[in-house]
């Protein structure tokens, strides 16, 4: 956009969007609204316009405790006097033991240590290394440790104020949004053109039908939201109060519920508070607490609670999941089933060879692979049938009549994961899924919603024609009755159901399947193996194989070590870069400078690498060697001892002189744990020790790239002996 077009937003632009906000909800959510939320309005719309401005100024800042001196803004004429009229009026406070965690947080990082030591009686007792500690250790150390008055006595708190009634103000919030981290800068954005709004939608119906389940749902996104950042005292505290959480019949408040419960359970089993974690989990018969509570009932040996739990789950599953976790479980600890089923699955899968230099992109390289064989194979994974299911039911989930959207800012309706979209649409669902009895009438229909509501923005199917087209050979080739049986556990719970299925989807003539790929070291989830299984018994043929990288004699690898300023490349830069290229695993050329990274080279740096500022001082810097350095790197595998850091680290270099670098890249530490098992440790210099391998100048570039190349070189060896024990068949 140009300056002349640019949109600016007018004086006091923010206490227009929340009188916009309070209007909409008032008229929507009369009947959610409790006599405090009244109240609020009533005494918001009494406030001067400085207070009312000074008060949503306060509401889009992020906390609810503020230095006073932080709070200038130009349009407030007197800033002093609309405070005092703000605190006569309840809308802010003074700080009390309620805020004690949020003026910690206000803290810098020096000054909580100060307090510290200001306040132990003896500094050296204390279970922290005060001089390293990082802010969030020093913060839950004084929370559980000391007092709210010792901290801030009645002098020191005159420099804070409170944002008060903040509860009121963040439920009229949640009943226009609908999630509690949600603020007035969408407004904003809609009037500066950056977010587009649902424009195909003008009447918006209230998200709750009662005030029982706004309440309800509200604590729990609340509850939700404090549990990731809590600390452990609190999380205690929340335990003991969970008990008396409000509950409710209401099918989105039920799901918000289980969640939080989860997420609370799993807290509470970190701090090892078994029994009160199993006491939160029972708040809940849903998955995935119900499997947390069979696994802490199998460890803490109440074994015949937990059969009859799983026996229970088995008989009547809340959902797929929870059966096939409740069937596996049970087998494997009451029927001495010595493997599971998703680790059987994978060792029952057949295995083809894939060449490394694909190890980045196992889809990508499987489906050439099977090119090679007559079939096309496409990477289809989730996104085909997240389209499909879109345009089968585009009118029951976005026409005007139909729609549960609340808002203009949403794109998803809602009910979708809690089963309320099935509820409501059940008759309408199966006459549509009928349409899939004749392939031919069901691609027309699909072209037909395609061509008349394409590139209209939403937040379930993307508009990619390639797959849209790719989607109607589907529809034609798929087996009779089999899609409608997908397509209605979409529609039942969306959430739970949109992903986990197959990577490939291969064509050959009228033959369709579905293929899983599991590269070395990856797993069978537990909703790809309830994918898998729907597929299959809806009649369509799934496999998965197991890809393993072969090691071709004549591949080149070239083995990189760098050294930097510090550990993150956001904001350090390379010193030093060395690279051995190997060839028929055999070492045939080596490359290695200094590289000036233009700052200072930290102290402790220094003394662990050796490599000084005046050592780097006319080395060239990285963008003079960044040609010379892609050049010999080639097409080769990049190979590194923590291929994460160095591979990183270089892309990162590149990315600041806008140019892109990669390939194909094998980490020596994930390798050697494969491959070379039983070291006592996987660091460069430990591994060099038991292999016998020279390290002369540990933590300088070229050495430590020539000693990971005589590693790579044995891994390789061993890769090589391993790969005569596969078959190496095709599908």
């Given at each position: 956009?140009?300056?002349?077009?640019?949109?600016?937003?007018?004086?006091?632009?923010?206490?227009?969007?929340?009188?916009?906000?309070?209007?909409?909800?008032?008229?929507?959510?009369?009947?959610?609204?409790?006599?405090?939320?009244?109240?609020?309005?009533?005494?918001?719309?009494?406030?001067?316009?400085?207070?009312?401005?000074?008060?949503?100024?306060?509401?889009?800042?992020?906390?609810?405790?503020?230095?006073?001196?932080?709070?200038?803004?130009?349009?407030?004429?007197?800033?002093?006097?609309?405070?005092?009229?703000?605190?006569?009026?309840?809308?802010?406070?003074?700080?009390?033991?309620?805020?004690?965690?949020?003026?910690?947080?206000?803290?810098?990082?020096?000054?909580?240590?100060?307090?510290?030591?200001?306040?132990?009686?003896?500094?050296?007792?204390?279970?922290?290394?005060?001089?390293?500690?990082?802010?969030?250790?020093?913060?839950?150390?004084?929370?559980?440790?000391?007092?709210?008055?010792?901290?801030?006595?009645?002098?020191?708190?005159?420099?804070?104020?409170?944002?008060?009634?903040?509860?009121?103000?963040?439920?009229?919030?949640?009943?226009?949004?609908?999630?509690?981290?949600?603020?007035?800068?969408?407004?904003?954005?809609?009037?500066?053109?950056?977010?587009?709004?649902?424009?195909?939608?003008?009447?918006?119906?209230?998200?709750?039908?009662?005030?029982?389940?706004?309440?309800?749902?509200?604590?729990?996104?609340?509850?939700?939201?404090?549990?990731?950042?809590?600390?452990?005292?609190?999380?205690?505290?929340?335990?003991?109060?969970?008990?008396?959480?409000?509950?409710?019949?209401?099918?989105?408040?039920?799901?918000?519920?289980?969640?939080?419960?989860?997420?609370?359970?799993?807290?509470?089993?970190?701090?090892?508070?078994?029994?009160?974690?199993?006491?939160?989990?029972?708040?809940?018969?849903?998955?995935?607490?119900?499997?947390?509570?069979?696994?802490?009932?199998?460890?803490?040996?109440?074994?015949?609670?937990?059969e009859s739990l799983l026996s229970q789950m088995i008989d009547?599953?809340?959902?797929?999941?929870?059966?096939?976790?409740?069937?596996?479980?049970?087998?494997?600890?009451?029927?001495?089933?010595?493997?599971?089923?998703?680790?059987?699955?994978?060792?029952?899968?057949?295995?083809i060879g894939l060449d490394e230099t694909g190890r980045d992109?196992?889809?990508?390289?499987?489906?050439?692979?099977?090119?090679?064989?007559?079939?096309?194979?496409?990477?289809?994974?989730?996104?085909?049938?997240?389209?499909?299911?879109?345009?089968?039911?585009?009118?029951?989930?976005?026409?005007?009549?139909?729609?549960?959207?609340?808002?203009?800012?949403?794109?998803?309706?809602?009910?979708?994961?809690?089963?309320?979209?099935?509820?409501?649409?059940?008759?309408?669902?199966?006459?549509?899924?009928?349409?899939?009895?004749?392939?031919?009438?069901?691609?027309?229909?699909?072209?037909?919603?395609?061509?008349?509501?394409?590139?209209?923005?939403?937040?379930?199917?993307?508009?990619?024609?390639?797959?849209?087209?790719?989607?109607?050979?589907?529809?034609?080739?798929?087996?009779?009755?089999?899609?409608?049986?997908?397509?209605?556990?979409?529609?039942?719970?969306?959430?739970?159901?949109?992903?986990?299925?197959?990577?490939?989807?291969?064509?050959?003539?009228?033959?369709?399947?579905?293929?899983?790929?599991?590269?070395?070291?990856?797993?069978?989830?537990?909703?790809?193996?309830?994918?898998?299984?729907?597929?299959?018994?809806?009649?369509?043929?799934?496999?998965?194989?197991?890809?393993?990288?072969?090691?071709?004699?004549?591949?080149?690898?070239?083995?990189?070590?760098?050294?930097?300023?510090?550990?993150?490349?956001?904001?350090?830069?390379?010193?030093?870069?060395?690279?051995?290229?190997?060839?028929?695993?055999?070492?045939?050329?080596?490359?290695?400078?200094?590289?000036?990274?233009?700052?200072?080279?930290?102290?402790?740096?220094?003394?662990?690498?050796?490599?000084?500022?005046?050592?780097?001082?006319?080395?060239?810097?990285?963008?003079?060697?960044?040609?010379?350095?892609?050049?010999?790197?080639?097409?080769?595998?990049?190979?590194?001892?923590?291929?994460?850091?160095?591979?990183?680290?270089?892309?990162?270099?590149?990315?600041?002189?806008?140019?892109?670098?990669?390939?194909?890249?094998?980490?020596?530490?994930?390798?050697?744990?494969?491959?070379?098992?039983?070291?006592?440790?996987?660091?460069?210099?430990?591994?060099?020790?038991?292999?016998?391998?020279?390290?002369?100048?540990?933590?300088?570039a070229l050495c430590d790239a020539r000693a990971t190349a005589?590693?790579?070189?044995?891994?390789?060896?061993?890769?090589?002996?391993?790969?005569?024990?596969?078959?190496?068949?095709?599908?």
């Amino acid at each position: 956009m140009s300056g002349k077009d640019a949109i600016e937003l007018k004086a006091r632009y923010y206490l227009d969007h929340f009188n916009e906000l309070i209007g909409f909800v008032v008229s929507h959510y009369d009947h959610a609204l409790e006599d405090s939320h009244r109240s609020f309005l009533g005494d918001f719309q009494r406030l001067s316009l400085d207070a009312q401005c000074l008060y949503i100024r306060l509401v889009t800042r992020k906390g609810s405790t503020f230095y006073r001196e932080y709070l200038k803004y130009d349009e407030i004429s007197d800033l002093d006097l609309t405070l005092d009229e703000l605190r006569t009026a309840r809308f802010t406070r003074d700080p009390d033991d309620r805020d004690f965690l949020e003026l910690l947080a206000l803290q810098k990082r020096p000054d909580l240590d100060s307090l510290i030591r200001d306040i132990a009686e003896d500094a050296a007792s204390v279970p922290l290394r005060l001089s390293s500690a990082r802010k969030k250790e020093l913060v839950e150390y004084v929370f559980e440790n000391f007092s709210f008055e010792e901290c801030f006595p009645f002098q020191a708190r005159y420099g804070y104020l409170v944002q008060d009634r903040q509860d009121e103000v963040e439920y009229l919030l949640y009943l226009y949004f609908g999630k509690t981290r949600f603020g007035l800068t969408s407004f904003a954005l809609r009037d500066l053109g950056v977010v587009k709004t649902a424009g195909f939608r003008r009447d918006f119906k209230a998200r709750f039908d009662s005030r029982e389940a706004a309440l309800a749902s509200y604590h729990y996104d609340k509850m939700a939201r404090k549990l990731k950042t809590a600390p452990d005292a609190e999380i205690l505290i929340l335990g003991e109060e969970s008990a008396q959480w409000p509950t409710s019949d209401d099918p989105d408040a039920m799901l918000l519920q289980s969640r939080t419960v989860h997420t609370l359970g799993r807290r509470l089993e970190r701090m090892n508070e078994i029994e009160l974690a199993l006491s939160v989990y029972g708040l809940t018969d849903q998955f995935p607490s119900t499997e947390r509570v069979a696994r802490l009932l199998v460890s803490l040996d109440r074994r015949k609670e937990a059969e009859s739990l799983l026996s229970q789950m088995i008989d009547n599953p809340s959902c797929d999941e929870e059966l096939i976790f409740a069937e596996d479980f049970f087998a494997r600890k009451f029927e001495k089933q010595r493997v599971g089923r998703l680790t059987q699955l994978l060792r029952d899968a057949r295995v083809i060879g894939l060449d490394e230099t694909g190890r980045d992109y196992p889809e990508a390289t499987a489906a050439g692979k099977l090119a090679e064989e007559g079939w096309e194979a496409w990477h289809t994974e989730n996104t085909i049938w997240q389209q499909l299911f879109g345009l089968t039911f585009w009118d029951l989930l976005f026409d005007p009549e139909n729609a549960a959207l609340h808002n203009e800012f949403e794109w998803r309706p809602s009910g979708l994961d809690s089963g309320v979209f099935f509820e409501r649409n059940r008759e309408r669902i199966e006459e549509r899924l009928s349409l899939f009895d004749f392939p031919d009438k069901a691609v027309l229909f699909l072209r037909e919603v395609w061509n008349n509501h394409r590139d209209t923005p939403n937040g379930i199917l993307p508009w990619y024609e390639d797959v849209f087209e790719l989607l109607c050979r589907f529809v034609s080739l798929a087996p009779s009755g089999s899609l409608s049986p997908i397509l209605r556990e979409l529609a039942s719970d969306y959430r739970a159901n949109r992903s986990g299925f197959p990577d490939l989807l291969l064509i050959k003539g009228s033959e369709i399947r579905f293929v899983e790929v599991k590269a070395e070291g990856d797993q069978i989830r537990r909703n790809q193996l309830l994918q898998l299984e729907r597929l299959r018994n809806a009649g369509f043929t799934v496999e998965v194989i197991r890809a393993i990288w072969t090691v071709d004699p004549e591949q080149e690898y070239v083995v990189v070590d760098i050294e930097t300023t510090g550990g993150g490349s956001q904001w350090n830069r390379i010193t030093e870069i060395g690279a051995v290229k190997m060839k028929g695993n055999r070492i045939v050329d080596e490359w290695s400078s200094l590289v000036n990274p233009e700052r200072r080279i930290p102290k402790n740096i220094v003394h662990l690498t050796g490599i000084t500022d005046e050592m780097v001082s006319n080395a060239p810097t990285f963008r003079e060697i960044a040609d010379e350095f892609r050049s010999f790197v080639g097409n080769a595998v990049f190979a590194a001892h923590r291929a994460a850091f160095d591979y990183g680290f270089i892309r990162a270099e590149y990315q600041r002189l806008e140019q892109d670098f990669r390939c194909p890249t094998l980490c020596t530490v994930v390798a050697a744990r494969r491959h070379l098992p039983g070291m006592s440790s996987y660091g460069l210099a430990n591994l060099c020790r038991e292999l016998e391998i020279t390290l002369e100048s540990h933590h300088r570039a070229l050495c430590d790239a020539r000693a990971t190349a005589e590693i790579l070189q044995k891994i390789n060896h061993r890769r090589m002996e391993k790969e005569k024990s596969f078959s190496g068949e095709k599908l």
